[in-house]
């Protein structure tokens, strides 16, 4: 099964709270809008930062601020900075060395194909497109049409 690390998970809902703060936020002000504990968050910021995703400022005035808004950050971004480069299997990219079974492997390499269209479909997702409702059903439930009735 393909999964996000919950870090990568937080960090998306961290990133979406900070715009809705319409300015600076502290790691504990996000922890308390997010539910996350703030250890959690205080980590999740700094490797935000790291990546130049978010920019901390010290003092008084001082908290996270976003660098781009939410629509110039695809997904991806956020997931590589948190639990890096995107690869279904060890061998992607033609990394080598990584697998005990490489030089036997009847699909080396036949993953790139794969491994680029996740990137590439988790690159045309923005986080603000996370952030839009969900879609609603083109066609009523029929416990919904009979509510309406």
């Known amino acids: ?12 809902v961290v990133l979406t709270r900070l715009e809705e703060s319409g300015g600076a936020a502290s790691a504990p002000g996000l922890s308390v ?9 205080a980590k999740v910021l700094k490797t935000l930062a790291q990546a130049n995703l978010v920019i901390g400022t010290r003092g008084a005035q001082g908290g996270y601020r976003l660098v781009r808004p939410l629509c110039a950050v695809p997904i991806s ?6 639990d890096g480069p995107i690869a279904l299997t060890a061998c992607v990219d033609g990394a080598v060395g990584a697998c005990d079974a490489e030089a036997t492997c009847p699909v080396r390499g036949r993953w790139d194909p794969v491994n680029d269209a996740i990137r590439s479909a988790l ?3 923005t986080l603000a497109d996370l952030k ?4 609603q059903p083109k066609t009523p439930s029929p416990v919904a049409a009979l509510a309406a009735e």
């Open 33 to 41: 809008a997010t539910g996350i504990a703030e250890p959690t968050v």
């Open 123 to 125: 690159s045309a997702i």
């Open 1 to 12: 099964m393909l999964r996000l690390s919950k870090l990568a998970d937080y960090a998306v």
């Open 132 to 135: 839009r409702p969900a879609r």
């Open 77 to 82: 971004e956020v997931i590589v900075a948190v």
